[in-house]
């Protein structure tokens, strides 16, 4: 069975992604998660099935996002380069296969509630 893990992405001052992973660790103690600010740690990983929880402006309810659907910032120095720009720039350099990797798009004005868990988990599940 190949590798999954889990890297939720947030901060301090986004920390929606890290709450969510806190309950997940609890409720599905055999995926391993990563708490992170830092997508680089994607990179040294590319080999494993991957799975991104990130904050997202513009919906509605936890789904399911592509590589496409993230938006970059325009970086300025290399610390400034975010998850979009990463992933897209590993899948252009043939190190990251999409078919491999899902991104979980959270609502970034949820509440961390049983309702928003199980949501997420029927996605991590690949329920409808």
Do not use: C
Request: proline share 4%.
């Amino acid at each position: 069975m190949d590798e999954k893990k889990l890297f939720a992405f947030g901060s301090e001052n986004d920390p929606i992604a890290w709450k969510v992973a806190d309950k997940l660790n609890i409720l599905l103690p055999d995926l391993k998660i990563k708490k992170t600010d830092n997508p680089d740690e994607l990179s040294i990983r590319t080999q494993a099935y991957i799975i991104i929880l990130d904050a997202a402006r513009g919906i509605e309810k936890p789904t399911i996002l592509s590589i496409e659907d993230l938006r970059e910032h325009h970086a300025v120095t290399t610390h400034d380069i975010d998850l979009g720009m990463t992933l897209k720039l590993l899948k252009k350099a043939g190190k990251l296969d999409e078919s491999r990797v899902k991104i979980i798009g959270i609502p970034i004005t949820s509440r961390v509630d049983d309702e928003l868990i199980n949501n997420i988990i029927r996605l991590l599940k690949g329920a409808k």
